[in-house]
């Protein structure tokens, strides 16, 4: 497992300050090219998309304190969903963090941006376009591929639409399965109209669009959301119950014991659906045995032995 390096304060006596200087520069460097993903060790995303698939909120964070992760990973209830869809299930995913954060600018307004002067519309689209394209531009786009959540820190970004009806879509056209956002979303009427998975505070809900609100900061760094540290590479998982994360590093173990008690709940609901005369529905619908998937993907026989 690789974790970042931080630069350290070192003090060495009786050294030639060049010798120094390249010391901190080495050390600033390690820090800048740091893994900020916690890897789970020979485990692609394609195996844990396989066995999120389906999960539920509920079963993941049984399965995060049965390794010893109490009230760890469990965002804040204000991350909601959007919509729902309880006969779809459309507004329920689950899949691994893409993350970005937005903050807000510490510029001042161009004078270009007072159109009450006709002679600055040129100047205006000039400041608007280099807004977009260098200080509040999506560079997180080029790490989105299939099963891709993307999770986005904008908080204090001065009620800003961070995202959209069109963003989103963008996102999904590459892979996206949905947005975990502190908040900055806007155009909401078409994003339930079109149902694009979202959850957000949506209290916090963004008006303005980006330029002379908020930049970039940083992209596929941990981002806090929900009062949860995102790392890029983290399981997330949503539904109706909210959204919970779940660190890499246990992302094989927490999913089984997750899937296990979602086939368990799954056949003891099946039964009472036949006893009290119930039609069956998609929420009975039986996943593979435990160990016959688990074996077909590689992972232990048992995650609840050492």
């Not at 300050?17 to 010391?23: A, N, R, T």
């Not at 999904?172 to 806007?186: M, P, Y």
């Not at 959301?225 to 539904?239: K, Q, W």
């Not at 927490?254 to 056949?267: F, N, P, R, S, W």
Request: a negative charge.
């Amino acid at each position: 497992m690789n974790y970042p390096s931080f630069p350290v304060r070192i003090l060495l006596p009786n050294q030639p300050i060049s010798y120094l200087m390249g010391l901190l520069v080495a050390v600033f460097i390690d820090f800048g090219t740091a893994t900020y993903a916690q890897e789970a060790a020979g485990v692609s995303d394609e195996v844990l998309l396989e066995l999120y698939q389906g999960a539920r909120v509920t079963d993941v964070v049984d399965g995060l304190v049965t390794v010893g992760y109490m009230d760890v990973g469990v965002m804040d209830p204000s991350i909601a969903p959007l919509w729902r869809d309880v006969e779809t299930m459309e507004h329920r995913f689950s899949g691994i963090a893409v993350t970005v954060r937005y903050g807000p600018t510490n510029r001042p307004m161009h004078p270009g941006a007072d159109l009450t002067q006709p002679e600055n519309y040129e100047v205006y689209r000039q400041w608007r376009g280099m807004w977009y394209s260098q200080l509040s531009a999506e560079p997180f786009g080029e790490f989105i591929k299939a099963g891709t959540v993307v999770v986005m820190d904008n908080r204090d970004d001065n009620d800003t639409g961070s995202t959209g009806s069109k963003n989103i879509m963008d996102w999904q056209e590459k892979g996206a399965v949905g947005l975990v956002s502190a908040g900055g979303v806007r155009d909401i009427d078409e994003v339930i109209r079109q149902k694009n998975p979202v959850y957000t505070d949506y209290t916090k809900r963004g008006r303005g669009e980006r330029i002379g609100r908020n930049e970039v900061i940083d992209v596929q760094r941990p981002v806090v959301v929900g009062g949860c540290t995102v790392y890029p590479g983290d399981v997330i998982v949503a539904d109706s119950d909210g959204v919970v994360v779940v660190p890499r590093r246990v992302a094989v173990r927490v999913g089984q014991i997750a899937y296990m008690e979602l086939v368990d709940d799954t056949k003891g609901r099946r039964e009472l659906f036949e006893k009290t005369g119930r039609a069956y529905d998609q929420t009975v619908e039986v996943p593979e045995d435990p160990a016959t998937f688990f074996k077909k993907h590689g992972l232990p026989e048992d995650p609840n032995k050492p």
